[in-house]
Each structure stands twice: as C-alpha cells, then as structure tokens.
C-alpha cells in the first residue's frame, strides 16, 4: 500500500501543487478586495467566508454570492477565480485519469491485491511458478483434490488464461517474474500455510534461481524443479532441491519399459498418468531392434535407457560426429525412405522420431509406417499448438515434456512412496507379477481415474487411528478398507506399500497389524480416498469399524459413559 500512495503522491504532485496555489490565490484576492454591505459600508470577507465561497465556486455549484452581494471588483475577481478553478481541476482529474490507465499502475494495483489475497489465505497451498502445459495440468490436479494453489507466470496472456478457466475455486494469480524473491515473498513463500514450491518456467536459470531463493528463505519448504540440463540438475540436487524433474530422463525411462516389460511399463503408467491406458493397450510385440531417428537429449537419454535393458537399438542421425561411439548408426535424415532402409526398419519392432522438429518428426513416423505397417511408433511433440495434429497422427507414444513432469510431480505430490514401490517393484519382481497387479487395479476401478495416496499413523496425520492404537487396540490393515456408512462394505481400494522404520512390505497382507509410525500407500477410487480421511480422523467411526457397534454421538451420553467407567 506504500508504494500505491508514493507513486499516487509522486505522479500527482504538481497537480495537487496547481489546485493549491490556484485556491489560495483565490482566496486570497476575496479577502482582500473590499465589498458593501447592504447599507453601503464597507467590510473585508474573512478567510473562512472566502474559502467556503470558492469551495462551491471552484466546484461550479454557485449557490450565489455570500454573505452580501458583490461589487463589481469581486465579481470580475470572481470570473477569474471560476476559470482558474475549473482549469486546475481538469488537469487535476486528467493527471489522475492517465495514472489509473498507464499499465504500470495497473501492474501495482494488481499485485497489492494479489499479496492481500495470499496473506488471507488460511488452508494449506502449493505456490506454482509457470502456467504453462505442466502448470495447467498440475494446478486443474491439484484443485480436483482439494488443494489450494497460488500461480506466478510472467506471460501475462497465461494468467488471463488462468482467469478464463473453470476451475472450481479462486486461484490468486500474478504476472510478474517469479526469480526475483520479493515476488515469491508476496506469492506466500513464507505463508506458513505454503506446502511447496514448484519451479516450472520454461528456463532452467529461472527454475534455478526460484529454487535457491526458496531455500534459503524457507530451508523446511518442499521445493520442486524442472529441467532439461544436466548442469542444472546437478546443481539443483546440490543444495537440496526435493525432486528435479528431467523430461527426457523420465520419458525414456518410461519407454524402456514398454521395450522390455510391458505390464510393469502399464503399472507405471496408471500410478503416474491421471489419464491412462486400457489392459487391452499392452504392447505384446516390444523385443527387438528399435531405432532412434534423432540423437539430441532425447535421443541420448532413450539410448542410454534402451542399452541398460539390453534392447538392440541403431541411432539415425544427421551429424556423423556424434555417432562415433555408437555401434549401430546410420548417418542421414531419417525422413527419407533409403535412410530408414538402412537402419534396418522393415524387422525393426519400434521407431522414436526425437528431432526437434515437429514437421520433421511427423513426416519420419509417416514414412516408417508406409515402409513397415506394424511398427510401434514414439513421436516426440515440441510445440503445443501442433497438439490437434499430433493427436491425429495415430501414434502409439506421444512424447510431451510438459505433461510428462506434471504427472510425475502429481505422483510425488500424492504420497513420497510411489517413488519407493516403483523402485522396488522394477527391482524385486517380474513382468507377470506385473501383470497380476494390473489385473487387480482393474477389478478395482473398472474404467474410473485410479488414485493413489498415503496413510502415516501418527497423531496429525490420522489422529482417531492413533488414538486407538495407543490404547493398546489390535488394528489390522483391512480395517481401513471397510466403508465408514457400512462396515460389511469394502472401499475400492487396496494397500500396495506398507513401510515400517524404513522395512518395505510391497502388498502388504490385509490381516497385517498397524503400528503406530506405520506408512501405508493406497490405490484405488477417489471416493475410497475421502471415506478412508473420515475412518482415519473420527474416533466413533474408527470405533464402529473395529467393533461394530455405533457408540451415541450426544455429548451427554458421551460424558455417562465416561463418568461410569470411571466409577468401575
């Protein structure tokens, strides 16, 4: 608000001089001219008289001529004191007009609102810096599960975009560069309702300079980066950045998946992708030789990937020199037919166009096709505006890094387990254990959004458990999956992690015992989710839970019962 009324005081202030001057030399001339009563002797008009005049004068009222009428000298000084007035007045209001309208202003106004409705906000949020593809996607998720985000993007059409969404609640949102830390500090970085912060601009020196002003002002605060440098993703987990999101990385991990073990590639989908693919998707025919048209990051990265899971690869691409270490390599464009001829496409089983050139990358998985009907097509998407085209394409993959990172963040978001069970499970078990599991999900959420969410036994997280548990209560895990409205009911859930003090149990047996300490990940339904938050913190419904038995919700009875066993 002090910089609103320096600026209002500054870019008015030879305006505000104007009209002073200009009333009291009005003023003044009334006080000095002499006047008549009505019985012809002279008087002087006092300073409050002549004031209280030119107020209504100036303001072209006129409610006529005080407290006598005028002699000609103060008439004519009157004609003088009306223009002179009036004049002032309008570069007064015109000085004022083009201050409310120069942007800069604008600009002011909007981000002391903003930083007002931060500072009123009394629910946890998660300050998201970037309304591009990831940020969209990231705050529509984020809402969808009840949480409150505050947005900064210096692209001030993203933020209209933002305002022109149906989102279900208000998002505070501000235009303004997000790497300079008296914006983060108005966006709530130090709100002590702030879960996190997630750097998601499009350049990485931003991302980077978002993250280190967040932990420095708040080293406790969760802090999420994306990238596509390994310098700065080195850098980032240098000072303690919580999760460094690579697009390539992550993508090619998640491909050579597909390539070797199709249903744990399918588990890995639903747990990460909100949106994901049917059962019947699954790729039968992955293992082969795959070729990579395009040997840039993504390229480099999908190579890297691949040979760790011993696929058989050739690389195309246009530059000889960086293909010196490759043992399969074709140099040429891999939009012509004779270079993918070469590369061996006709008894290849995939082909990744990762150029990036979307024209370039299209017209490689075209010609492919033409040359082997049956191949397993990844195309790498750069440009949003060329989504309607990509999604006609007919491609088995579609590589966008935007979404890539938002479905990875939301996986983090959710619960700090799903990295753990991934790890293991790609570990410790095989495709057809994968395969069982996927199969479960299945008959648990049919053709529903699966979810997943974790329970910590401790007495913020899940206070009614715990309190149950400390009272030396033997509460087995399946008790959390009965219904709260009908014990005889089962949610649509499942636990697929329990860890206890750091010892990982991947699906966990139902009959299992909690612990106070205990974490456990779920999947299932999103209204699973909500019935379980209201077993988890009700002590009466925990109760009916265990016992069956619906204990009265009066306060009176309550106290009876407590009064009589006290008594016994």
Not at 15 to 24: E, F
Not at 214 to 234: F, G, N
Not at 327 to 346: K, M, R, W, Y
Not at 347 to 364: E, K, M, P, Y
Request: charged share 20%; proline share 5%.
């Amino acid at each position: 608000m002090k910089n609103v009324l320096y600026l209002l005081l500054r870019r008015l202030r030879v305006p505000l001089i104007t009209l002073i001057v200009v009333y009291a030399i009005s003023v003044l001339g009334f006080v000095l001219i002499p006047g008549r009563d009505p019985t012809g002797q002279p008087y002087q008009m006092d300073f409050f008289h002549a004031f209280y005049f030119v107020s209504f004068m100036g303001s072209t009222i006129g409610f006529g001529e005080i407290p006598y009428a005028f002699t000609p000298a103060q008439r004519l000084w009157t004609l003088v004191s009306i223009y002179s007035t009036v004049i002032a007045w309008l570069y007064g209001i015109g000085s004022s007009l083009a201050l409310l309208q120069e942007p800069m202003f604008g600009r002011l106004l909007r981000r002391r609102s903003f930083a007002r409705a931060v500072s009123q906000l009394n629910e946890p949020f998660y300050l998201i810096c970037g309304y591009g593809v990831t940020g969209s996607v990231l705050v529509k998720q984020l809402i969808r599960r009840d949480i409150q985000v505050v947005v900064l993007d210096i692209n001030s059409e993203r933020i209209d975009t933002l305002e022109m969404d149906d989102l279900s609640v208000t998002v505070p949102a501000l235009s303004a560069d997000a790497s300079l830390p008296d914006v983060l500090d108005d966006a709530g970085l130090q709100h002590p309702s702030c879960i996190g912060v997630m750097a998601l601009t499009n350049q990485d020196q931003v991302n980077l300079s978002i993250a280190i002003a967040s932990k420095l002002l708040c080293p406790e605060r969760m802090v999420i980066s994306r990238t596509e440098s390994d310098a700065t993703r080195d850098n980032l987990q240098s000072f303690g950045t919580d999760l460094v999101v690579d697009p390539y990385r992550t993508y090619a991990e998640y491909l050579s998946l597909a390539a070797h073990a199709p249903y744990m590639h399918l588990v890995y989908d639903w747990i990460h992708n909100p949106f994901h693919r049917p059962i019947s998707s699954v790729y039968q025919r992955t293992r082969g030789r795959w070729i990579i048209c395009g040997y840039g990051r993504f390229g480099g990265a999908l190579y890297r990937a691949f040979d760790e899971s011993d696929v058989e690869l050739t690389v195309v691409d246009v530059d000889a020199h960086q293909l010196q270490d490759i043992p399969h390599a074709v140099e040429g464009v891999g939009t012509q037919a004779d270079t993918l001829l070469e590369a061996g496409v006709n008894d290849a089983v995939g082909i990744v166009a990762a150029t990036g050139n979307d024209a370039d990358n299209l017209s490689i998985i075209m010609t492919a096709r033409e040359l082997n009907p049956k191949l397993l097509t990844v195309v790498r998407q750069n440009i949003q505006a060329n989504n309607l085209v990509f999604r006609n394409s007919g491609t088995d993959f579609i590589m966008e890094p935007g979404r890539i990172i938002a479905n990875r963040i939301l996986a983090h978001v959710k619960s700090p387990l799903l990295p753990a069970f991934i790890e293991r499970m790609l570990n410790q078990y095989d495709d057809e254990w994968a395969r069982q599991l996927i199969q479960r999900m299945s008959a648990v959420i049919d053709e529903e959004m699966l979810e997943c969410w974790s329970v910590t036994v401790t007495q913020a997280s899940s206070p009614a458990l715990y309190q149950v548990l400390q009272e030396n209560a033997e509460v087995a895990l399946e008790c959390l999956l009965h219904n709260p409205y009908d014990r005889g009911l089962r949610l649509d859930a499942f636990a697929i992690l329990l860890n206890r003090q750091g010892e990982y149990h991947l699906l966990p047996d139902k009959t299992m015992l909690l612990q106070p300490g205990d974490e456990i990940l779920f999947c299932g339904l999103n209204k699973a989710y909500l019935q379980m938050q209201w077993s988890l913190n009700n002590i009466n419904v925990i109760h009916y839970l265990l016992t069956g038995d619906e204990p009265s919700q009066t306060l009176l009875s309550g106290l009876l019962q407590r009064f009589s066993s006290g008594r016994s």
